[in-house]
């Protein structure tokens, strides 16, 4: 049980003056509430605290606080002089301007269209199904299990049939104008897609051939 | 300046897409149908690593010039016939094509070639079946004999439709449909992937006996069978058979069954063999080929079924609507290619519809 785990002491040492980030003093303190241990150790670490400041406000009688004034102001005086000597010059602002952002905006124009104009849409589907994959943290893109390099796959669903090479898509059957009735599989490696056209009933059956 | 470097980019992306890609459609000499157009409208080939993706999408038209009706037809599609994956085939079964009528046929496929050579697709006849059950064409895809069944199925099931209508008319026909359309929708299909060859299995195997769904009319009977099942993957099926028939078989096929964890079944693929088995004789039906499914499918049991026998003599025998009508099976098999039509006829033109074109055979 977590409830168990303590803060460390050196978290609960910055606690107590209030030099941790407000996150994590939210946290401390939510765990010093109900936490026995740690709320012990918060007031021994304020108590010593508050006895170093009393200890602190007793100064040494033989000082002389004219003098340590005058030569602290001095000091002072001395490093803005030196800080002045080796500051860093001002860099030039770099302005980003529109030509270049309108460049790239044409060069992702040109990438966009290639890409549109030569790859295949299933392609474009599979990236998109990748990309969701990575976003969402599931695998989208195949869900059969990954084996041994053996060359040709087919594979069968309920959307038609896709012949693939080391998860690739390299041959596939849509029948555009048609519906999908029905796919099968021979083990001596081809698979077959049946499809009714909607205006005139025919049936098509378009075969694939993995050897 | 810049704009100039633009319009050279978009011309160049342009140029990319655009590859020559040379197209025919070849029929022998005495081919019995006769290319009356062809429309190659969405083809074209995109050039991709070392290979091009052809996408085939052609319409073509063809006149029967033979003297016999056309009952089916199959083409071969081929960008590169030994490259894996440049090979396919389109097939149109259930037609009625009669002497001088004028039929289409659609392809729609992708095919893979090798950059070499340049890109070419060509559509080759694979064979013609007649309805008095002859064939013309080379038959490199063994097109006779899938056409052949899909058509003695075609008959079966008109004679099965016919049959309902004379003896329980039109609404015996109208739930008869209704009834084979509830059962296309209902077929469960979990997605699969299938792969040729052996495996590197580094899961642990446990080996998975098939059981036979009996058909007392089978020319075969399948007496034992096991397949390797690692994980999701079932692999190797390896089945006994006997032919219990008078008359040598040449060819069977089998139906393989996947029971998965939620207790659903599926029809997984088909086991094709050639065999040589004289009367009375005993063979074995081994395939180096394995089955996937997705990760989370657990593969429970598995049921093999006789689908298709071929004899030596180059009839065949497929399983009769009663035994179809098995509890099991009717879940599982796919409906032939004419009740798919002829559901899909009662769905467009009604009752009626369905009725006139029963009537046409």
């Known amino acids: ?211 | 300046m810049r704009s100039r470097a633009l319009l050279f980019a978009c011309a160049f992306a342009l140029a990319a897409r655009a590859q020559s890609l040379s197209h025919k459609v070849t029929l022998p000499a005495d081919s019995p149908v006769t290319l009356m157009a062809v429309d190659w409208g969405g083809t074209d080939a995109t050039a991709r690593g070392g290979a091009f993706f052809v996408d085939v999408r052609a319409s073509l038209s063809l006149r029967n010039s033979s003297q016999k009706r056309v009952r089916a037809i199959t083409f071969a599609v081929l960008s590169q016939e030994v490259t894996p994956g440049g090979k396919g085939s389109v097939s149109v079964p259930s037609l009625d094509v009669a002497p001088g009528d004028v039929f289409p046929v659609g392809i729609d496929l992708r095919l893979l070639r090798s950059i070499g050579g340049g890109a070419a697709v060509e559509v080759k006849l694979d064979g013609v079946l007649f309805d008095d059950l002859s064939f013309f064409g080379p038959n490199s895809l063994q097109s006779r004999r899938t056409m052949t069944v899909w058509e003695l199925e075609a008959r079966r099931d008109r004679q099965y439709f016919k049959k309902i209508l004379e003896t329980a008319g039109g609404k015996g026909l109208q739930d008869a449909m209704l009834d084979s359309l509830s059962r296309q929708a209902d077929r469960s299909w979990p997605g699969m992937q299938m792969v040729r060859g052996r495996a590197t299995v580094t899961d642990p195997e446990r080996e998975l006996s098939f059981a036979f769904l009996e058909m007392p009319d089978a020319p075969i009977q399948a007496t034992n069978g096991i397949a390797r099942i690692s994980g999701s993957e079932a692999r190797a099926p390896r089945i006994e058979i006997r032919n219990r028939s008078e008359r040598p078989i040449r060819y069977l096929e089998i139906g393989w069954i996947v029971k998965d964890q939620q207790g659903r079944e599926f029809l997984a693929a088909s086991l094709p063999a050639e065999v040589n088995l004289a009367p009375g004789r005993s063979g074995q039906v081994a395939q180096d080929a394995a089955l996937r499914f997705p990760e989370r499918t657990s593969i429970q049991a598995m049921t093999g079924f006789v689908s298709t026998v071929g004899f030596t003599d180059g009839s065949y025998w497929i399983p009769s609507r009663a035994s179809l009508n098995d509890v099991r099976l009717r879940r599982v098999v796919t409906p032939s290619p004419e009740e798919q039509r002829l559901t899909q006829i009662y769905q467009k033109k009604g009752l009626n519809g369905l009725i006139e074109e029963l009537k046409k055979f």
């Open chain 1, 1 to 211: 049980m977590r409830g168990k785990a303590h803060i460390p002491e050196t978290t609960l040492a910055l606690y107590v003056p209030g030099d941790l980030p407000l996150w994590r003093r939210a946290l401390v303190r939510l765990h010093v509430a109900r936490c026995a241990w740690c709320r012990q150790m918060v007031d021994v670490y304020r108590s010593d605290r508050a006895r170093l400041r009393e200890i602190a406000a007793e100064m040494p009688e033989s000082v002389n606080w004219n003098k340590l004034a005058a030569e602290m102001t001095a000091n002072i005086h001395v490093g803005l002089a030196a800080g002045e000597c080796v500051a860093p010059r001002r860099r030039k602002q770099v302005s980003v301007g529109w030509r270049p952002a309108a460049a790239m905006a044409g060069l992702a124009a040109v990438l966009v269209c290639a890409w549109w104009l030569n790859m295949p849409s299933n392609t474009t589907q599979e990236l998109g199904r990748a990309f969701h994959a990575i976003l969402t943290g599931r695998g989208g893109v195949n869900t059969f299990p990954a084996r041994d390099g053996r060359g040709l796959v087919v594979e069968l669903s309920s959307s038609g049939i896709d012949l693939r090479e080391n998860g690739s898509l390299v041959f596939g059957v849509s029948q555009d104008q048609a519906k999908l009735v029905d796919v099968s599989a021979s083990v001596q490696g081809s698979a077959s897609a049946r499809y009714v056209d909607d205006k005139t009933g025919q049936m098509t059956i378009t075969s694939v051939y993995a050897q």
